[in-house]
């Protein structure tokens, strides 16, 4: 007999071919007296060959796996190239429409897009997501048939007719009860000589769409012939903090013309003081009672800073400095609100008209209301900025109120919640989000006089008796209310708990669409007081 060696001495690249020889020697020898067997080496020659066979097939399988991953990240990579791609794993697309991107003044807009997955490779092509304009976008002949059709997913940050609230002119000469008396000229020129000459004491400003260069002039030195600019009267007597003169501005955010749905950013105000005393007063002095871009920040008046630094948002540190005057916040706040809401309704009409050749469900708005305060607590609205400044350039502790007005402007609209109700889900997806329970109000009315008929007005209200695109309508008020963040609602406005169904004073100048908004929105109210 045979005696049979044990090599123990194979190395890692040729283990396959050791592991062989090895079973083989073992296939030959016993491991204890060292007998032959016959049939055993054919028996392990032939496992040993499965071996071998399984070996490469599993490197065969890890090499096809990586070269997948390898085509997916070309993919990801070179979309331009290989568009059939680019098709099926895009990510979400922004368009943004501005001038002058390089200087950054929109950094912390594309900062928060970026963060919750919007490409910025958007361009003009039809296949965007999101318009951010910077500029009103229907001005242009090209984009504005654009925008008419525009797909059910495809979102656009303006309204059209938007500039019946923002144009400056037009605002200021609107019989509105927040907004201090103006003229338009040349066109009210007589009637300007004529209310001057009734009030001489009276400090007037002249002013354009431009908003440049406001200081308060002498009557004699009025240009009255100028168009398109208007002389606004002065709001004397100022409240002042740290004997300064500020304004306070709003981010408003509105999602639907019909029915109307407004909305604040309610944690955080932007306040921006005078950056010169106001007293002794020098109309000469403009930044005495202008606010201007070189404007002192909250952190450097410090009746206010003292909050501010402690932790507390600009408008929780306001509320607690008029608290410390003895006044009541709560009014002015509610001032605030009143006025916000009485702009829009009085520009409704001229909004819907302007909408007539366009999907309401594909446009939004953030926008900053501007106010001034005097003495007596009473609120004055300055300006509605279209787009306002969102760059910290001047203050870089802005960067973090920017991001949040962008990002909560985005979330309550859906684009930044986890799921995109605007985008095509499936019935059953859809009901995830909110289903016929979600929608339904006012179950005694249902259930008994609308059971069997939706004749009356009332019933109107009742999911069976809804609409398809009523449903529609109260779906995306549900949804808008479960993403409302830091955002607080206006129009509709804020109800009583204890009698959600009073109705507001300008409950006759509403349309029924509006009328129906507000009392969905009363019938969820009184079933859940956290809609109120």
């Not at 925008?147 to 400056?168: A, D, E, F, M, R």
């Not at 509403?510 to 009392?519: I, Y």
Request: aromatic share 10%.
């Amino acid at each position: 007999m045979k005696l049979c060696e044990y090599d123990n001495s194979y190395t890692l690249k040729d283990h396959k071919v050791g592991f062989c020889q090895r079973v083989l020697a073992v296939g030959r020898c016993s491991s204890r007296n060292l007998r032959c067997y016959a049939n055993v080496p054919t028996l392990l020659l032939v496992a040993c060959l499965i071996a071998i066979s399984l070996n490469v097939y599993q490197t065969r399988r890890l090499s096809a796996e990586l070269s997948l991953v390898s085509k997916r990240n070309t993919m990801c990579s070179s979309s331009a190239s290989h568009p059939q791609y680019n098709k099926l794993i895009r990510s979400k697309q922004v368009w943004i429409k501005a001038s002058h991107l390089e200087t950054g003044y929109l950094k912390h807009v594309t900062a928060v897009l970026q963060s919750i997955g919007y490409s910025l490779d958007g361009g003009t092509y039809s296949d965007w997501d999101l318009l951010w304009s910077h500029e009103y976008p229907f001005s242009d002949a090209n984009t504005k048939q654009l925008l008419i059709n525009l797909k059910p997913h495809q979102k656009v940050n303006k309204w059209p007719g938007s500039g019946y609230v923002t144009s400056k002119v037009t605002l200021a000469t609107s019989p509105l009860k927040h907004v201090p008396k103006a003229f338009q000229l040349p066109a009210e020129e007589s009637k300007f000589k004529a209310y001057a000459k009734e009030y001489p004491e009276k400090l007037w400003v002249q002013k354009s769409n431009k908003h440049r260069g406001v200081k308060i002039t002498p009557i004699d030195g009025l240009d009255l012939s100028a168009s398109n600019t208007f002389v606004q009267e002065f709001v004397e007597k100022p409240l002042l903090i740290n004997k300064r003169k500020f304004d306070i501005g709003i981010y408003t955010i509105i999602t639907s013309i019909e029915p109307l749905r407004i909305y604040i950013v309610d944690h955080e105000f932007l306040l921006r003081f005078c950056s010169h005393d106001y007293h002794p007063f020098d109309a000469a002095d403009r930044e005495k009672y202008v606010v201007t871009d070189s404007y002192t920040p909250i952190w450097e008046i410090p009746q206010l800073n003292q909050y501010y630094k402690s932790g507390f948002t600009a408008k929780q540190s306001l509320r607690q400095y008029i608290i410390d005057l003895g006044r009541d916040p709560a009014n002015l706040f509610a001032q605030i609100e009143a006025s916000v809401a009485e702009v829009y309704l009085a520009k409704l009409s001229k909004m819907r008209e302007s909408l007539q050749s366009y999907n309401h469900n594909n446009f939004f708005e953030m926008v900053r209301f501007d106010f001034v305060v005097d003495e007596d607590m009473e609120l004055y609205l300055m300006e509605v900025n279209m787009s306002p400044n969102l760059s910290s350039k001047h203050f870089s502790a802005n960067r973090l109120l920017y991001e949040q007005v962008v990002f909560n402007t985005l979330h309550l609209i859906g684009l930044a919640s986890t799921i995109d109700h605007h985008s095509k889900l499936d019935i059953n997806s859809r009901e995830m989000v909110s289903g016929p329970k979600d929608l339904s109000v006012q179950p005694a009315q249902c259930v008994t006089q609308c059971s069997n008929s939706c004749e009356s007005a009332t019933c109107r209200l009742c999911y069976h008796c809804m609409t398809d695109s009523d449903r529609q309508l109260y779906y995306t008020a549900f949804t808008e209310h479960m993403n409302k963040r830091n955002t607080k609602r206006v129009m509709p406005p804020t109800l009583n708990p204890a009698n959600p169904k009073a109705l507001p004073d300008y409950w006759e100048y509403l349309s029924q669409v509006d009328q129906d908004m507000h009392m969905w929105f009363a019938g969820k109210c009184e079933m859940d007081h956290s809609w109120c």
